[in-house]
């Protein structure tokens, strides 16, 4: 086998934020390494810039591979190479790399292989065929956001048709998966952020209403009536939140008696994890009176304890992207000298959906 060297991006230290982490991310020559066994290598076309891999770099997130590794949760490619022991994916095959039994997210021998790199070296079973009507961009992203979608409306709310979900963090990567599959599962949706030019996208792929949730200054606004003027009165029946913060109990304010709150994440908090004093709290009294449910929804700690839970999971996703009922939206591409730019803007929410990186570039 004779591949040519590429480039992978090296994580040699954590940050203290996932900005000054940038500092210890490099750009360095990466031999194609060789597969053995019933591994597999992917030349990588698509890896997505994703929130997590932010928290990650700077040790927010539950769980953090040593460095040196190379970050990239999420990443679609082609197979360059297979090893001897490697059944069910050829030399050509279009996959997408489940990150869950590869790269920084997994738990085992491979989570320094990440996207952010021209090669990635993955367990065969990890290959996932990427569905023929999407991109490489399109595949690269499917899984992270539409599981975590699926986990919490799914499994945790269990969004029928004729509900009301509210999503906090619409523009985000698992906000508007969850906007589009609460769309598909009937539910009315409100979509809820602090941009209008970025709501309006979300509003053209999918949402019915949209909702701002600070001022014209950036701060935080009351919403509550709002929520209750959508919804006639009653108030929301699920709340998919990924913000925490302020948002968090203004949505509460607005519920519905007997909705279900979705905790899904805290990107208005990202240092929550430090255990600082934590902004992400609820009134317990409102949650009494108003009869929530608050359920807490990790759609990857949940596999890892209960992997059953997978196989319904990703049959349900991928059906649904190979009948175009549901498609990612990439909105910026970048370059892979861009790399630090590209996770600078993921940082600074500035793109509606995700954000794709192709290390080839
Ligand atoms: N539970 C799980 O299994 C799971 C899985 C994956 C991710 N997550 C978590 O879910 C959250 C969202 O992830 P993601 O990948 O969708 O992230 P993302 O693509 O970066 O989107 C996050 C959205 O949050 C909003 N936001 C960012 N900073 C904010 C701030 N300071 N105040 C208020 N809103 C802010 C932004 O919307 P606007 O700029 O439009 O307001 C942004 O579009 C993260 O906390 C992530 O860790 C959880």
Request: net charge negative.
């Amino acid at each position: 086998m004779s591949l040519p060297t590429g480039r992978h991006a090296v994580q040699t230290a954590l940050g203290a934020s996932p900005l000054d982490a940038l500092d210890y991310l490099r750009l360095e020559p990466q031999p194609a390494p060789e597969p053995r066994g019933d591994e597999i290598l992917i030349e990588v076309n698509a890896a997505t810039v994703g929130w997590v891999d932010l928290l990650m770099s700077s040790g927010q997130y539950q769980h953090v591979p040593e460095p040196p590794y190379t970050p990239g949760l999420e990443l679609a490619g082609v197979v360059a190479a297979v090893g001897p022991d490697a059944a069910g994916v050829a030399v050509g095959d279009a996959v997408i790399a489940d990150g869950l039994l590869t790269g920084p997210r997994s738990l085992g021998a491979y989570r320094r292989y990440g996207g952010f790199a021209s090669w990635a070296l993955a367990p065969a079973r990890a290959a996932i065929p990427l569905p023929s009507c999407l991109s490489f961009d399109e595949g690269a992203c499917l899984l992270g956001g539409y599981e975590t979608a699926y986990h919490a409306l799914v499994y945790r709310a269990h969004v029928q048709a004729g509900d009301v979900v509210l999503v906090l963090g619409a523009t985000g990567s698992t906000g508007l998966a969850a906007v589009q599959l609460a769309k598909l599962l009937g539910a009315t949706v409100i979509a809820a952020g602090r941009t209008p030019s970025k709501l309006e996208l979300v509003r053209q792929h999918g949402a019915d209403y949209v909702l701002q949730t600070v001022d014209e200054a950036g701060a935080p606004r009351r919403f509550r009536d709002d929520l209750k003027t959508m919804t006639g009165g009653r108030g929301v029946d699920v709340v998919y939140d990924a913000v925490g913060g302020d948002a968090s109990v203004e949505a509460l304010r607005g519920t519905a008696f007997g909705a279900r709150f979705v905790l899904v994440g805290w990107t208005s908090t990202p240092f929550a994890a430090r255990g600082e004093r934590d902004p992400n709290v609820l009134p317990t009294n409102l949650i009494l009176m108003k009869g929530v449910d608050v359920l807490g929804s990790p759609a990857a700690i949940a596999v890892h304890r209960d992997p059953s839970l997978r196989e319904e999971r990703l049959h349900a996703i991928l059906g649904w992207a190979r009948e175009g009922a549901l498609r990612p939206l990439v909105s910026k591409t970048y370059g892979f000298d861009e790399l630090h730019a590209a996770l600078r803007d993921k940082w600074a929410s500035r793109h509606v959906g995700n954000v794709i990186v192709h290390p080839s570039a």
